[in-house]
Structures are given as C-alpha cells and as structure tokens.
C-alpha cells in the first residue's frame, strides 16, 4: 500500500464518517429529538414521559392542544406555582421546547375516561 | 380463638342508620378493653389454672427448669404466634426453648435475614392482627439494623414486643451495658432484668404497656446467662397475672360538649388519621360522619373510611370548615382551616411521647381537646350526637351530605379523567397497573399490604376499599425501606384469613432490603408485589432537578446520585432466585392483563409472585 496516500485515505474516511454522522443527526425528526429532550432535561421527573402528568398535585398533564408553542416556552421560563424555573438557554434551549412540543403533539390522543371500561367499574 | 380485631362486637339496628341505644351502650362497653388491647385473644389462650377473663398468677415449681424454658411460659400467655428472629448466640437458650420447649408453635419462628426485617415485618403485622408478634435480635449489632423499623413503628404507633439477646458478664463487641439505650428515644417501654423473676414482671409489664393506648414498641434485654441457668430443683417460680388495660376513653362532660360543638356547626369536617383501629373503629367514624353528614378528610395511616364513600373529601375542604374535628391527627394546624374556624381534637398523643425526635410536629392549637383513644371515645361521642341532634336541623344536615356528596362525585371523576391520561403509554401508566389490577382481584377477599401513596394513590383513588383489613396505611416515618417487610408481615397476618395480598412497591423501598424476599418464599406467605419500578428515587430527582433549576443551573445532570439505572435491576430475576413466581420487565400495557392473571394464580396456590412493571417516574 502507497504510504503517501494513507492520510488521504483516513481524511476521506473521517469525512465521510462525519457527513454520515451529521445525517444521522439531521435524520432524527423533531418528534424523536423531542422524546429524548423530555428525558435529558428532566421534564419526566414530574411530568411522565408522555408528558401526562404525574401526581395530580404535583405536575399537570402539559396539553399542547391548548397550549401554543408559544406559550409553553414562556411558561418554561418563567413559571408559576412549584415548577421549577428553566430561566437560561443553558438549562433548556429554545429548540428542545420545540422538538418537546413537536413530540407531544404526535401523540395519539388519550382515550376519554368514559371510554374505558376499567375506570367506569 | 377469637377474634379480637376485625369484627364489629353486635350492635342491634332499631332502622337505618339507627341503633338501638341500650344494647349501643352495652357493647360499646363490651368493646373497650377488648378491642383496645387485643385481650380477648390473650384472655383466650391463656390456660392452666388462669380464668376467663384476665390471667392469673401462676405458680410454678422448678424440676430443674431451664430459665429460657421459663421465659417462655410467662410469654405463653402474651399468645405470640409468630416470634420473627435473626439468629445470635445470646439468645441461643430462648431459640432452643422455642425450637423443642414450645415445638415451635405459638410462637413459630419467622427467619428474617436483617434484623430490620424482623421488626418491621412486626410492624406490618399488627396492622392486620391487632396484637404484636415477638422479634427476637441481638442486642447489639442487631438492634443497629433494626433501628429505623423501631423508629417506624413508634412514630405509627404500633406495638412490636422486641427481645434483645445480650451477655452481660462478658464485655466483646456484640456485648452492651444498656442494650435498649439505643432506641429509648423511641420506644416506649424497656427493662433489662437481673433475675428470673424480675423477668416475668417485667414481660408482662412491657407486653401490657405496649398494648395500651398509645401503642408502641417495648424492648426487653434478655441476658444470656439468665436464658442459660438451671433453676434449682423445687425452687419456686411465679407468672405475674396480666390484667387487660381498658383504653382511656373521654371524659363524659366534655364528650357532652363536643357533640354540641359538632351539633352547632353549620360545615363540620372530621379529620382522621390514625382514628381507627379495628373495623368497629371504621364503622364508628362512618356512623358519627353520616350521622352529622360531615365530611371526611383522610391521611390514610389507617383503614379509617371507606375510599368510595360520598362523604370523603380533600384537604383543600378544611378551608370550608366552620369545626373541624381531628381524630388522633394531632399535626393538623389552624393554617388550614378558614379564619374563625373551630378546631377540636381527640388524640392520645398527649398521653405518651418523647422527645428528641421530632416525629410530633409543631404544637396544634386546638380549640377543644379531648386526650383519649378515639376508638373507645366515639361510641359515646355517637350517642351524644344522636342525642342532642333536633330534629330542626335535619333538613341542613341533608344538604350538606348532598353538597359533600356532589364535591366527591367531581373529584372522583377529575381523578378518572387524569387517570387516563396517557392510558395506552409504555412505560406504564401507574394508575392503569392499579386498574389492572383492581380488574381482577375486586371479586376476590383481598388486603393491600403496602402504603397506598406510592404510584401516586391510584390504588386509593380506583379501588374500593371498605374493610379495614384492605389496607395497612403508610408508615409512620416515612423511612424508606420500611414497605417491603412490612408487606410480608400483613401478608402473614392475613394467610390465615386465606386474603389475597397486593403489595405495591417502590424500587428504591425494595432494594434496602431484598432478603425479604427469601422470608416470604421459606415460609410460604403468599402474596403478589407488583413493582412502581421508576428506575430512581424519583422523589429525590424531582427535589434536585428543582434546586438546580432555581440556582440557575444545570438540570440534566440530576439524576446523579439518585438513579437506581445502569444496570437497571432485574427484579423478576432476583424474585425467582429467592423462590418467587415473577414476570418481567412488563413495559407495554397490553401485557399486563395476562401476567396478573398468572401471577394470582401462583399466589393462589400459595407461592409469592412478583412482577416487575416499568412504570412512568410517579
Ligand atoms: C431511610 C431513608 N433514606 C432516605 C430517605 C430519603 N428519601 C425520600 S423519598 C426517597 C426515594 C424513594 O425511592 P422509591 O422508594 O423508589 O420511590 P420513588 O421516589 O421512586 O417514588 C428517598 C431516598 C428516606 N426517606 N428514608
Ligand atoms: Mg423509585
């Protein structure tokens, strides 16, 4: 093997690698970030995965069909009652709400409680 | 035997909701001491020359009687059945007297692998029995592991009769001056006797100071050289008569001007925690509720109020309140009442407490207060009510039943509606584990023999819970690790009674002591623990996450120090090396129907199942 070319050969490889690596990145949707988000910030302590709620006196279900995006960034920064505050883009940046509210807005809605045989016993 | 706990004594129903009010009285009377005490069951079993009704003394002379012989012939009359032990050459003399002396029946030996175990499953016991069983430790190094379970029980009022095995004329590390000394800040009674006879008193003294109201743990240091002598041939030996305490009930005038009170008040609210502690106590906090139609707010350290009764409300009620009467809830604060509003209480708490933990709380500034057993004091307090009640008032007494009524019919149904949020999600939505479950054991005699406040109460909130011994409560302390031997000790109370046990379980209350998991299975407890397997003391996640988030922080980084993940542990693995039936990890809803089914059915023929659920964090 041609020694000269070697480094070449390895720039080429690193290139690709990182390319391919940048699509893999760029391929997760904002759904799937999301999802992730809502673990790596610690959205779920309180909240579920899902976002539904946790204890009922503790964390409220985060309901993105009332909420606009908006709204729930706001809120994120600045909120009431005993959520904690994610003030600085440090702790949560804009885009993770994002991809959070992108996530939870492809969920497939709750059944209503009256639909469900086991809560109507 | 009979009985002591458990069975309202006979009350003669003139009409609904009526009583006929002589025999009321006559067996509110009856009541007192035996459902208090648990001395019908010890008055029972005592036999040999001791009569009906309280034990004799007893004589007895020696043929050359082993002293941990005689030790047992004094607790013979106490009726343990169960004596939980962990194994220590100073009490090898009392263990051999149990083993052939005893024939390891009443009590039977109950092998717990930590000595926190042995006592904490004493804890969950009684809550089910009604009477304690013995926990036999050694008195140094073991009594170190079984602190925080004394330290439960204490704070949850609850009766352990712990036996310290210690060698006093022998100075080693496992030897100790003053072997209660340990936990005297939180038990109510101990004694370390220097003679047999000393021990005899003072057995039946700790058996009946813990018995009586307020009930608490009792420690007796048993000397090794004591269990070990031979008393001489001929000597004479005496078994103290044990007389039954009847429970301090109020004092009749101001019982009298309580029932005013609660007669006068526009919107009373009963407020009740540890109120009731047999189901004649649950029945009487129904009977003096409905009959002032009052609502009712429950911490739920006891079985005081059926779940689904119209009648039971929320705290945030209390601020509606023009009196509210606190049934041994002796933390409750005028802070949550409105301004104006009364506040009057019956609680024991006065009676006995101690002082350096400070399990008691702030100092309640009630308005009236009665210090006495609620149990043996509402009877009277029913009787006054009725008394007194005009009939004048009965149509505002109806309306508020009803508007208590509609406020618990919208909470029930907020409940529902949270209950399905997010129903079809993996991990499992807890509050569709709970309705699972409830799906299939709802037609069955069943006991929830864990805390109901872990997955977020949705036990509490789905289920029905009407009979005292569906459920044991919380845990007094809140010390985590206190709910997975206690669940194996109401387990074992209730297997007599052919229950089905449910014990639902945290992950991180697990893992401080797994080997529980071992007692049940050698000792064939049935009973199915189902996992709130969140992965974390998520309790301490969420309180981190919050801290960094108000200094401006980073929040990602909490779970450090916190997570119980990575390795996540296999319970269901652990479960079956220790001879449990278990499934799992079950992540998907749809798997959950057929495991329980399977998981029963193991229970069913009497071996322990566990399945492992991985459950949203609350
Ligand atoms: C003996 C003891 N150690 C530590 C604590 C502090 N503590 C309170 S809640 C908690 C987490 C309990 O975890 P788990 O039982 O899994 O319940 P979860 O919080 O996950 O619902 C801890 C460690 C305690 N209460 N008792
Ligand atoms: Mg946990």
Redesign the interface.
């Known amino acids: 093997m041609n020694n000269k070319k070697t480094p070449w050969l390895i720039f080429n490889l690193v290139t690709l690698l990182l390319l391919t690596g940048i699509q893999v990145v760029q391929a997760q949707t904002a759904e799937e970030r999301g999802k992730q988000a809502i673990v790596t910030y610690m959205c779920y302590g309180c909240h579920g995965f899902t976002a539904d709620g946790g204890q009922t006196d503790v964390a409220p279900r985060i309901n993105v069909d009332r909420l606009s995006v908006e709204a729930m960034m706001a809120y994120t920064r600045n909120p009431g009652g005993r959520m904690p505050p994610y003030r600085t883009e440090e702790q949560i940046p804009d885009q993770a709400l994002r991809d959070i509210y992108a996530y939870l807005k492809s969920l497939p809605p709750s059944p209503k409680w009256q639909d469900i045989p086991l809560l109507n016993d | 035997m009979e009985q002591s706990d458990n069975n309202k004594p006979e009350q003669k129903k003139t009409d609904e909701g009526t009583v006929d009010r002589r025999s009321f009285i006559k067996a509110a009377a009856a009541t007192g001491a035996a459902l208090a005490t648990g001395a019908q069951s010890l008055n029972a079993q005592v036999s040999g020359g001791i009569a009906a009704g309280v034990a004799e003394e007893v004589e007895i002379v020696s043929d050359g009687k082993h002293g941990s012989d005689f030790m047992m012939d004094v607790m013979k009359q106490m009726d343990f059945e169960f004596m939980t032990i962990n194994t220590h050459s100073d009490s090898a003399g009392l263990q051999e007297s149990v083993i052939n002396y005893m024939g390891n029946v009443n009590p039977e030996l109950i092998t717990g692998l930590h000595e926190e175990v042995c006592v904490a499953m004493g804890h969950g016991y009684f809550k089910i029995e009604g009477k304690p069983l013995a926990a036999l430790i050694y008195g140094s190094v073991g009594l170190q592991h079984a602190a925080m379970a004394v330290y439960s029980a204490f704070c949850d009022r609850v009766p352990v009769y712990i036996l310290l095995g210690n060698q006093r004329n022998n100075p080693n590390s496992r030897s100790v001056q003053d072997a209660p000394a340990m936990v005297r800040d939180f038990t109510k009674w101990d004694d370390s006797p220097l003679t047999l006879d000393h021990f005899a008193k003072s057995a039946v003294r700790a058996y009946s100071v813990a018995m009586t109201t307020p009930t608490m743990p009792v420690v007796l240091s048993v000397d090794k050289k004591l269990q070990e002598m031979i008393v001489p041939k001929g000597e004479k030996l005496r078994i103290p008569k044990y007389t039954p305490n009847a429970p301090p009930a109020g004092d009749p005038n101001a019982v009298r001007e309580l029932a005013k009170m609660l007669v006068d008040a526009e919107f009373p609210v009963l407020g009740v925690e540890r109120a009731a502690r047999s189901q004649a106590g649950l029945e009487y906090i129904v009977e003096l509720a409905e009959l002032l139609q009052a609502g009712v707010v429950d911490t739920i350290q006891r079985m005081n109020f059926p779940s689904r009764h119209p009648l039971l409300q929320e705290p945030g009620i209390f601020r509606q309140a023009d009196l509210v009467l606190a049934l041994e809830m002796p933390m409750l604060s005028h802070t949550r009442l409105k301004e104006g509003a009364k506040l009057a209480s019956i609680s024991s708490f006065d009676l006995f407490t101690r002082s350096n933990y400070w399990h008691f709380g702030n100092y309640q500034e009630s308005d009236f207060s009665i210090a006495a057993d609620v149990e043996a004091t509402l009877p009277s307090l029913i009787e006054e009510v009725r008394r007194q009640l005009p009939r004048s008032k009965r149509s505002a007494v109806r309306v508020r039943g009803e508007k208590f009524a509609e406020i618990n019919r919208q909470n029930r ?1 907020r ?11 993996s ?1 499992l ?1 807890t509050a ?1 584990v709970a ?2 479950l ?2 299939q054991i ?1 037609h069955k005699d069943w006991s929830l023999v864990s805390r109901s406040d872990g997955m ?2 949705w036990a509490w909130k ?1 289920w029905d819970f009407n009979k005292y011994y569906h459920h044991i409560g919380q845990s007094g302390s809140v010390g985590v690790g206190y709910s997975n031997p206690a669940s194996v000790g109401a387990a074992l109370a209730n297997r007599k009674h052919g229950r089905l046990c449910i014990n639902l379980q945290n992950d991180g209350d697990f893992m401080f002591l797994p080997s529980t998991l071992w007692t049940a299975a050698h000792h064939k407890i049935p009973m199915l623990t189902v996992m709130h397997n969140n992965r ?1 003391y ?1 309790q301490e ?2 309180l981190i ?2 801290m ?3 200094r ?5 980084r ?2 450090i120090g916190s997570e119980i993940n990575n390795p996540a542990i296999d319970f269901a693995g652990m479960a079956r090396s220790m001879g449990w039936y278990a499934e799992g990890p079950i992540e998907h809803p749809s798997d959950l129907p057929g495991a329980i089914k399977r998981a029963i059915a193991a229970v069913e023929s009497g071996q322990p199942a566990l399945l492992d659920t991985i459950t ?3």
């Open positions: 149904e409940d529902k509606a949270f209950a399905a949020n997010g129903w079809n999600t991990p939505n569709r309705a699972e409830w799906e709802k977020s109460d789905l974390a998520n996640i969420m996450s919050r960094a988030a108000l401006d922080r980073d929040v990602s909490c779970t949203h964090p609350n």
